[in-house]
């Protein structure tokens, strides 16, 4: 009479184990459910967030075709210039700021170019202008500042021959425990100064405020109505006589509307008694045709960053050049 009641036990026990295992996977599927909704959520919140982000370049583009028609100058009391503009959305807000690529260095400048007889190429006006900048603003640099202007002109020259001393070619990379070797063409971002060898973190950091990259373009031009007190050290840099403090009074004292042409700006009282290059006039501007919008967006729970470099040609037409997707690098 016994053996049914044992076998009603194991039946039993058996039954709570398959309920149990259908317990456990039921809660496994459920978490991996909520999991997959709330990855789809995180998707459909980064997209609205880079949507949003596309529609702040489209507006920059617009901007800047409307503000800068017909326009003689390019100078900061205009739209285009007006920073902290941040727009309320559903569910989300835009923000976004527009920074004139011609008043940074472009680093492309620095492209060493090989004289026609074969001689050893000499530092050009920019290179030296470059060269000037280190040594007033960047004193900290884990490098001389002769041999960092010479590595990134043979990091952007189309050869693998030495410039000068101090400099680094294909040899040098290659012999890197992660070898890799020179771009030989220029940059598309400032980012790639990291990789200029024995260039520290700390030294990327201290050349930012100063240095951009205007892709597909070697020129070394600076719009001096977009200048600040803060970066009028590159106007120092290029004219060897101006003193910074010199030219931060210069540009303090700029007309609202900047200068009328680069002639007005030469006749100013701060460079009475020094002599300007011919080849350091033609870099001075009052126009600019390269531009860098910062937006940032959120939506919900997401935020997004989008650097986009536009490009505004004769016709007026404004053109992305490049986008990054993501923070500062």
């Known amino acids: 009479m016994t053996a049914p009641c044992k076998q009603q036990g194991v039946a039993l026990v058996?039954?709570?184990?398959?309920?149990?295992?259908?317990?456990?996977?039921?809660?496994?599927?459920?978490?991996?459910?909520?999991?997959?909704?709330?990855?789809?959520?995180?998707?459909?919140?980064?997209?609205?967030?880079?949507?949003?982000?596309?529609?702040?370049?489209?507006?920059?583009?617009?901007?800047?075709?409307?503000?800068?028609?017909?326009?003689?100058?390019?100078?900061?009391?205009?739209?285009?210039?007006?920073?902290?503009?941040?727009?309320?959305?559903?569910?989300?807000?835009?923000?976004?700021?527009?920074?004139?690529?011609?008043?940074?260095?472009?680093l492309n400048a620095l492209q060493n170019i090989s004289p026609a007889n074969g001689a050893q190429p000499q530092q050009s006006p920019a290179q030296k202008a470059f060269q000037r900048l280190l040594e007033l603003k960047v004193t900290e640099l884990s490098m001389p500042a002769e041999?960092?202007?010479?590595?990134?002109?043979?990091?952007?020259?189309?050869?693998?021959?030495?410039?000068?001393?101090?400099?680094?070619?294909?040899?040098?990379?290659?012999?890197?425990?992660?070898?890799?070797?020179?771009?030989?063409?220029?940059?598309?971002?400032?980012?790639?100064?990291?990789?200029?060898?024995?260039?520290?973190?700390?030294?990327y950091q201290l050349l930012q405020p100063y240095v951009c990259v205007v892709p597909e373009d070697n020129r070394l031009l600076l719009n001096v109505n977009t200048l600040t007190e803060d970066t009028a050290v590159l106007l120092a840099a290029l004219i060897p006589e101006l003193t910074e403090q010199a030219a931060m009074d210069l540009i303090a004292n700029r007309p609202e509307q900047g200068f009328a042409n680069a002639e007005e700006l030469l006749a100013d009282p701060a460079l009475a008694g020094i002599t300007v290059p011919d080849e350091v006039k033609s870099m001075l501007a009052v126009k600019s045709d390269s531009f860098r919008l910062l937006a940032t967006t959120a939506y919900l729970e997401t935020g997004f960053v989008l650097t986009s470099?536009?490009?505004?040609?004769?016709?007026?037409?404004?053109?992305?050049?490049?986008?990054?997707?993501?923070?500062?690098q």
């Open 14 to 106: 058996a039954v709570l184990m398959i309920i149990a295992i259908v317990v456990v996977i039921a809660v496994n599927m459920t978490g991996r459910l909520q999991l997959q909704l709330q990855r789809q959520q995180n998707m459909q919140q980064q997209q609205q967030a880079l949507w949003f982000a596309m529609g702040a370049e489209q507006f920059a583009k617009v901007l800047l075709a409307r503000t800068l028609a017909g326009q003689e100058t390019v100078n900061l009391s205009q739209d285009w210039a007006q920073s902290g503009a941040t727009f309320p959305v559903e569910n989300g807000t835009i923000s976004g700021d527009i920074s004139d690529l011609r008043s940074c260095f472009n």
């Open 147 to 203: 041999y960092l202007t010479a590595r990134i002109g043979d990091w952007l020259d189309e050869d693998s021959l030495l410039s000068t001393a101090g400099s680094a070619e294909d040899d040098d990379y290659a012999a890197l425990n992660f070898a890799y070797y020179t771009a030989n063409t220029l940059m598309a971002d400032p980012s790639e100064l990291r990789a200029i060898l024995d260039l520290t973190p700390n030294d």
């Open 309 to 328: 470099v536009l490009k505004i040609n004769d016709n007026n037409q404004v053109k992305v050049l490049a986008r990054r997707f993501g923070g500062q």
